[in-house]
């Protein structure tokens, strides 16, 4: 059973905006956090935004690099989580993830990883 399918990459200029969608299986969806990861070519992967199964104040994990341009979202009731992606800038371009675990610590690069992954999407941001 295919549990995490993104959607919603593609190519943009420098500048633009993309919105990544992820789509859960019913018992993935109930993990604790779900959100996204990145790795481009020859680079480690980077944990770039999470969110707590209950978005309230605080409940949100961003990488500093995309801090104030990226924003995580949840639909409880449909099982998706999105990000949407604003300014984008040329080291945006990766393979992005949708994820999911039990803590946050994944997120951070704390020593555990999730176990379940999508697919993959790729965004390419031009200069």
């Known amino acids: 059973q295919v549990q995490l399918v993104e959607s919603g990459g593609g190519s943009v200029q420098a500048g633009g905006s993309l919105r990544l969608s992820c789509a859960a299986s019913?018992?993935?969806?109930?993990?604790?956090?779900m959100g996204w990861f990145r790795q481009a070519p020859g680079k480690e992967r980077e944990g770039v935004a999470a969110?707590?199964?209950?978005?309230?104040?605080?409940?949100?994990y961003y990488a500093d690099s995309v801090k104030g341009r990226f924003t995580i979202s949840r639909d409880n009731v449909k099982n998706m989580v999105y990000l949407q992606m604003n300014s984008l800038k040329p080291e945006d371009t990766a393979m992005y993830y949708c994820?999911?675990?039990?803590?946050?610590?994944?997120?951070?690069?704390?020593?555990?990883?999730?176990?379940?992954w999508g697919q993959g999407t790729q965004v390419t941001v031009s200069s």
């Open positions: 994820a999911a675990h039990y803590s946050v610590a994944a997120w951070q690069g704390a020593g555990t990883s999730p176990n379940t």
């Open positions: 019913e018992n993935t969806f109930r993990t604790a956090f």
């Open positions: 969110i707590y199964r209950y978005p309230s104040g605080g409940s949100t």
